[in-house]
């Protein structure tokens, strides 16, 4: 009922309410409380070693149970580059790096098209997150202007995380990316492509929807296939499959790769599969290496 009523704001109404009143909602994410039962996990997750990737998911800020997955990870590379940047997060509180700034001491960049998002991610991130250091940067992503973007941060070289959620030029973007070399990569799929090796060709111009709301991104192995191409090999997925999460090929040895396949056995998959009959005729491209 609330979520209705709220859906019936203005923008501008809806925009005040997340910037002064989003902190009272989640404030228990931010708590002292939830820091020490982190550092308890760090512990946990360097002192054992024995369970699967995919059960060391956990959500507080993330969309699904990234956050956990992602904090294993740097847990086992001891935070040794606790950088990252981010863009497609909106105003960066539910992302897969804010957890890592809050909790973690990660400093970062969060690039974004929505002007709005990143003014309430800004006020908060500075007034409730003093411990980091993050930038806002407003801009329109394409395979272009993204070294420059990240450049212009003063970001540059080795960091943690690289995040990309943006609904279209995804793989181009991460393609075209020289700027920064990130230990982990945790990037959007597009599932309902199956296990087609296919990618929708590169539009510099292109916004979400464009012409039909599935026809964006690259299928998994499309994506799979980029990694290995830039020295990664596929860790493992959020549980739907859909954010496949790539490691450094020299870092954590003993930690072995998965197969697209086994990323993709939820059961929300065959369903998303099933919308590609839709869009089965449009154009699509496969890349060479």
Request: aromatic letters at 16%; proline letters at 3%; one cysteine or more.
């Amino acid at each position: 009922m609330i979520k209705r009523v709220y859906s019936l704001f203005p923008e501008i109404l809806k925009h005040f309410l997340k910037k002064y009143f989003r902190y009272y909602f989640i404030k228990e994410q931010l708590s002292l409380v939830e820091y020490k039962k982190q550092q308890d996990i760090v512990f946990f997750n360097q002192k054992n070693r024995f369970k699967p990737f995919c059960e060391y998911g956990f959500k507080l800020f993330s969309q699904h149970e990234e956050d956990g997955l992602l904090l294993y990870l740097f847990s086992l590379l001891n935070f040794s580059h606790p950088t990252f940047v981010e863009f497609g997060a909106d105003d960066g509180i539910n992302s897969n790096s804010a957890n890592l700034a809050v909790h973690h001491g990660f400093n970062g960049l969060f690039i974004d098209g929505n002007k709005q998002a990143l003014n309430r991610g800004e006020y908060f991130f500075t007034r409730y997150v003093k411990k980091s250091e993050i930038t806002f940067k407003h801009a329109f992503i394409t395979a272009e202007n993204i070294n420059e973007i990240i450049g212009s941060s003063e970001i540059s070289g080795e960091i943690g995380l690289l995040s990309i959620d943006i609904d279209g030029n995804d793989y181009w973007v991460w393609k075209a990316i020289k700027e920064i070399n990130p230990q982990v990569v945790i990037i959007e799929t597009h599932n309902e492509f199956g296990m087609k090796d296919i990618i929708v060709p590169y539009d510099p111009a292109y916004s979400y929807p464009g012409i039909h709301e599935d026809y964006h991104g690259a299928s998994p192995v499309a994506m799979n296939k980029l990694a290995v191409s830039k020295g990664y090999r596929l860790i493992g997925s959020n549980k739907l499959g859909f954010n496949f999460i790539f490691l450094k090929n020299d870092l954590l040895p003993n930690l072995k790769s998965c197969s697209v396949e086994s990323c993709l056995t939820h059961s929300s998959n065959l369903e998303a599969q099933k919308k590609f009959e839709k869009i089965s005729k449009y154009n699509y491209v496969t890349d060479g290496f």
